[in-house]
C-alpha cells in the first residue's frame, strides 16, 4: 500500500535562489490539473494547494538540521531541488539532499536548472565554479547515509532560458504527479490554447461592445440634435404666425407668410 505523504514535495534551495523558489511554490500550487488527465488519473487531485513545503527561514550556520525540517523532509514524497552554485555552495541544500535520499532513495529528487552548468566540476569545457547540481544531487547515497564515488543521473528540467522555463516547470509538475511528461505536456498544450481562444473570443466580443455601444451613444447624441433644431424651428414657426396675427398691412402678412412657410 503507497505511503499517505503529508506534502507532495519539499523545495530544497540556496536562500539566495529565494525569489525563483518562489515562483516554483507559487506555480506548483497555483496549477490547476487538466480535466483530461484527471480522468485518465482518477487518484489526481483538482489542484496541489498546501501540498508543498519551502522553508521560509534562513538556517543558521553552525547547527544540523532542525526537528521541523526533518519532519517535512520525512513526510514528503518528492524533493525538488533548485540548481545553481549557490546551492552547490549551500551546506544545507546538501544536506537536505543527503538527508532525503537517505529516508526515501535516489529516485525521488526532481532537479531544475536556475543558473550555472550540470556536472561542470567533471567537465573539461566550463569551469568548476559554475557548477549547478550539488554533491548530494550528483552521487549516491549509501545505506549508512554517507556520500559514495557512484554518479547519478538527475532529472533535471532547464530554466536558464525564458522559453525554457514553462516547460522545466512542468516536468517537475509531471514528477510531482508521478504521470508522464509527455502526457501532461500535450494536455497542457491544449487547455492553453483553449484559453487563448476563450481570451481572443471574449476580447473581439468586448471590443464589439464597444464599437456598438460608440455608434449608438452618437446616433442618440444625432438624434437629439435633430430633436432641438426641430423644435426650434416649430417654436420659431408659432413665433411668427403670432407675429402674423399683430401686423396691419397686407404687404407684412405676405412676407411673415413666406416666412413660416420656409
Given amino acids: 500500500m503507497q505511503q499517505d505523504y503529508k506534502y507532495k514535495a519539499f523545495i530544497s534551495y540556496s536562500h539566495k535562489d529565494k525569489a525563483f523558489a518562489k515562483w516554483v511554490h507559487r506555480r506548483i500550487e497555483n496549477y490547476k490539473i487538466p480535466k483530461g488527465l484527471r480522468e485518465k488519473y482518477p487518484h489526481l487531485p483538482k489542484d496541489l494547494k498546501r501540498s508543498v513545503f519551502r522553508d521560509?527561514?534562513?538556517?543558521?550556520?553552525?547547527s544540523v538540521l532542525g526537528d521541523n525540517l526533518k519532519?517535512?523532509?520525512d513526510n514528503s514524497q518528492k524533493l525538488i531541488v533548485i540548481c545553481s552554485p549557490d546551492a552547490v555552495a549551500s551546506k544545507w541544500v546538501n544536506e537536505e539532499i543527503r538527508y532525503f535520499k537517505e529516508v526515501h532513495g535516489e529516485h525521488s529528487v526532481l532537479a531544475i536548472i536556475k543558473r550555472g552548468e550540470p556536472k561542470a566540476t567533471n567537465s573539461n569545457v566550463y569551469d568548476t565554479k559554475q557548477e549547478a547540481f550539488p554533491e548530494s544531487l550528483r552521487y549516491v547515497i549509501g545505506e549508512d547515509g554517507a556520500l559514495t564515488n557512484e554518479e547519478t543521473e538527475p532529472l533535471a528540467g532547464d530554466a536558464r532560458s525564458y522559453w525554457g522555463r514553462e516547460m522545466a516547470l512542468m516536468k517537475l509538475i509531471a514528477g510531482v504527479l508521478g504521470v508522464d511528461f509527455a502526457d501532461l505536456w500535450e494536455r497542457e498544450k491544449r487547455e492553453r490554447f483553449k484559453r487563448r481562444v476563450m481570451k481572443t473570443f471574449f476580447a473581439l466580443l468586448l471590443a464589439g461592445a464597444v464599437v456598438f455601444g460608440y455608434y449608438n451613444y452618437n446616433e442618440k447624441?444625432?438624434?437629439?440634435?435633430?430633436?432641438?433644431?426641430?423644435i426650434s424651428l416649430v417654436a420659431k414657426k408659432e413665433e411668427l404666425k403670432q407675429s402674423l396675427n399683430s401686423v396691419k398691412t397686407d404687404e407684412e402678412k405676405i412676407a411673415l407668410r413666406k416666412k413660416i412657410e420656409k
Fill in 56 to 62: 521560509e527561514e534562513e538556517l543558521p550556520t553552525s
Fill in 71 to 73: 519532519y517535512a523532509l
Fill in 221 to 230: 447624441i444625432e438624434i437629439q440634435e435633430h430633436s432641438q433644431k426641430y
